[in-house]
Antibody
Framework: EVQLVQSGAELKKPGESLKISCTVS????????IAWVRQVPGKGLEWMGVIYPGDSNTRYSPSFQGQVTMSADKSTTTAYLQWSSLKASDTAIYYC????????????WGQGTLVTVSS | DVQMTQSPSSLSASVGDRVTITCRASQDIRDYLGWFQQVPGKAPKRLIS???ILQSGVPSRFSGSGSGTEFTLTISSLQPEDFATYYCLHHDSYPLTFGGGTKVEIK
């Protein structure tokens, strides 16, 4: 059974750093793209970017390029999304989602990680 | 970048109604489009990808059509569990982009 399990909710202050995770099981981690999607509370879905764990090839949306870093650890089958300096506007739910074998997005999703940035 | 314009942004309908949601792409995206359902408090769920292919396990009352720049999601007979927000997502080229969403509410 394919599973994507995300790390728990975070409460951080502006300027702090953060790394959230998405640990997968039930398939070959290195063979499928994983995307990150942001959802500000009460708002729509925003595609942030995608990573191919096999070679860590990444593609970022221009809106998020330079604002976040995506990475993957093959030894723990975990994808990561990190910030070096959080802003209040980063408050959102973040989802990881795996592409399918045909590279179409969103076949399987994590449960989401709520990140709250507040002073 | 491809922009996805989804309409309507919300609609009210009754159980049993036929519902149609439209997504328009700012340029030709072939059939590289998926439809997603999101129930409040839950992660999105893929219904259709590409444009007209129903995901395994999704009820047959859902259907998708279109290619190029205009796409449609149809629910033939709305059921209580279908009240949710629906999003389209193109995957023709980077960056991928979602439509703005359509909230389907109970009339």
């Amino acid at each position: 059974e394919v599973q994507l399990v995300q790390s728990g909710a975070e409460l951080k202050k502006p300027g702090e750093s953060l790394k959230i995770s998405c640990t997968v099981s039930g398939y070959s981690f290195t063979n499928y793209w994983i995307a990150w999607v942001r959802q500000v509370p009460g708002k729509g879905l925003e595609w942030m970017g995608v990573i191919y764990p096999g070679d860590s090839n990444t593609r970022y949306s221009p809106s998020f390029q330079g604002q976040v870093t995506m990475s993957a650890d093959k030894s723990t089958t975990t994808a990561y999304l990190q910030w070096s300096s959080l802003k209040a506007s980063d408050t959102a739910i973040y989802y990881c989602a795996r592409h399918d074998v045909h590279q179409r997005p969103g076949e399987y999703w994590g449960q989401g990680t709520l990140v709250t940035v507040s002073s | 970048d491809v922009q996805m314009t989804q309409s309507p942004s919300s609609l009210s309908a009754s159980v049993g109604d036929r519902v149609t949601i439209t997504c328009r792409a700012s340029q030709d995206i072939r059939d590289y489009l998926g439809w997603f359902q999101q129930v409040p408090g839950k992660a999105p769920k893929r219904l259709i990808s590409p444009a007209s292919i129903l995901q395994s396990g999704v009820p047959s009352r859902f259907s998708g059509s279109g290619s190029g720049t205009e796409f449609t999601l149809t629910i033939s007979s709305l059921q209580p569990e279908d009240f949710a927000t629906y999003y389209c997502l193109h995957h023709d080229s980077y960056p991928l982009t979602f439509g703005g969403g359509t909230k389907v509410e109970i009339k």
